[in-house]
């Protein structure tokens, strides 16, 4: 639903809170908290921690839990979503900036949770290698892709592919969405018999710690404006993220943030840089 990164890492993490004692994850909270700097906060989700010995094959959401916000010395309460574990802030007065400092408050059936974090900067020198793609013509007839097997030519694939670059010195975590504007009659590129291949209008990377990452028109599904937008992954994402794949002996200590519960809360930002995408001349 939002461009948050789905945290199945997490998921993998907190499910296995301790290989060696279940029964410390019974009573447990597991936050999935992200702030974007610039938007309505959406992105609250509460579940319960599954132990290892479980047979659950999702984690129980926790919705009547009550979830604050606390800026400074301004408290926003949030409101239950109409999706089960997650929370909202409703009103018009709460916004996420750079700099700012946030607090999450948690109380749910006698338990407190708390987490702390602050608002990076936005990525600096987002760029386009091009503000045009070009699509060719589809080798079965209609607008499609060169790099397609069986279309174009020699070079064609390089020819319909943009490059997205940031500065990274640190090497740091960034992560990148590419989304069609389009909201109306859209001009397909591909045939309908081929379109369901494809990942839709939006597609979300994995973080990289690189500096740039190659659009391919393969990866797009209609002609016309598009957006890239590169997120700066705040530092306990970045945790979180570099210890997915853990050693067995490790299964007991999960990256968190978070007091009195596991799990993450944490903040991001960004730059968007738009581009079109057109069909070539025959």
């Given at each position: 639903?939002?461009?948050?990164?789905?945290?199945?890492?997490?998921?993998?993490?907190?499910?296995?809170?301790?290989?060696?004692?279940?029964?410390?994850?019974?009573?447990?909270?597991?936050?999935?908290?992200?702030?974007?700097?610039?938007?309505?906060?959406?992105?609250?989700?509460?579940?319960?921690?599954?132990?290892?010995?479980?047979?659950?094959?999702?984690?129980?959401?926790?919705?009547?839990?009550?979830?604050?916000?606390?800026?400074?010395?301004?408290?926003?309460?949030?409101t239950p979503s109409?999706?089960?574990?997650?929370?909202?802030y409703a009103g018009?007065?709460?916004?996420?900036?750079?700099?700012?400092?946030?607090?999450?408050?948690?109380?749910?059936?006698?338990?407190?949770?708390?987490?702390?974090?602050?608002?990076?900067?936005?990525?600096?020198?987002?760029?386009?290698?091009?503000?045009?793609?070009?699509?060719?013509?589809?080798?079965?007839?209609?607008?499609?892709?060169?790099?397609?097997?069986?279309?174009?030519?020699?070079?064609?694939?390089?020819?319909?592919?943009?490059?997205?670059?940031?500065?990274?010195?640190?090497?740091?975590?960034?992560?990148?969405?590419?989304?069609?504007?389009?909201?109306?009659?859209?001009?397909?590129?591909?045939?309908?018999?081929?379109?369901?291949?494809?990942?839709?209008?939006?597609?979300?990377?994995?973080?990289?710690?690189?500096?740039?990452?190659?659009?391919?028109?393969?990866?797009?599904?209609?002609?016309?404006?598009?957006?890239?937008?590169?997120?700066?992954?705040?530092?306990?994402?970045?945790?979180?993220?570099?210890?997915?794949?853990?050693?067995?002996?490790?299964?007991?200590?999960?990256?968190?943030?978070?007091?009195?519960?596991?799990?993450?809360?944490?903040?991001?930002?960004?730059?968007?840089?738009?581009?079109?995408?057109?069909?070539?001349?025959?």
């Amino acid at each position: 639903m939002h461009r948050l990164l789905p945290l199945l890492l997490l998921t993998a993490l907190v499910a296995a809170c301790d290989a060696t004692a279940p029964e410390a994850a019974d009573d447990l909270l597991v936050v999935e908290a992200f702030l974007y700097a610039g938007e309505p906060v959406t992105a609250v989700r509460l579940t319960e921690a599954v132990p290892l010995t479980s047979e659950d094959a999702t984690a129980p959401p926790v919705s009547d839990a009550t979830v604050r916000l606390v800026k400074g010395d301004a408290v926003y309460t949030l409101t239950p979503s109409d999706s089960a574990g997650y929370y909202h802030y409703a009103g018009a007065d709460l916004t996420v900036e750079a700099g700012d400092a946030f607090r999450l408050e948690v109380e749910s059936a006698g338990r407190v949770v708390t987490a702390e974090t602050v608002v990076p900067g936005p990525p600096e020198g987002v760029a386009l290698s091009d503000a045009v793609l070009e699509v060719v013509t589809f080798s079965g007839g209609g607008p499609g892709t060169g790099g397609f097997p069986g279309g174009g030519g020699p070079g064609q694939a390089e020819q319909n592919t943009l490059t997205v670059s940031w500065d990274n010195p640190a090497s740091a975590l960034h992560y990148v969405v590419v989304e069609s504007l389009v909201t109306e009659d859209p001009e397909y590129i591909q045939p309908e018999f081929f379109r369901d291949r494809f990942g839709g209008f939006r597609f979300i990377t994995e973080p990289t710690d690189l500096a740039y990452f190659d659009v391919n028109a393969q990866s797009l599904q209609v002609l016309g404006p598009h957006r890239v937008v590169v997120y700066r992954v705040n530092e306990e994402y970045d945790d979180l993220y570099e210890n997915r794949e853990q050693d067995s002996r490790d299964l007991n200590e999960p990256p968190t943030n978070v007091t009195g519960g596991l799990g993450v809360f944490s903040a991001f930002n960004s730059r968007s840089v738009g581009f079109e995408v057109v069909a070539a001349d025959d």
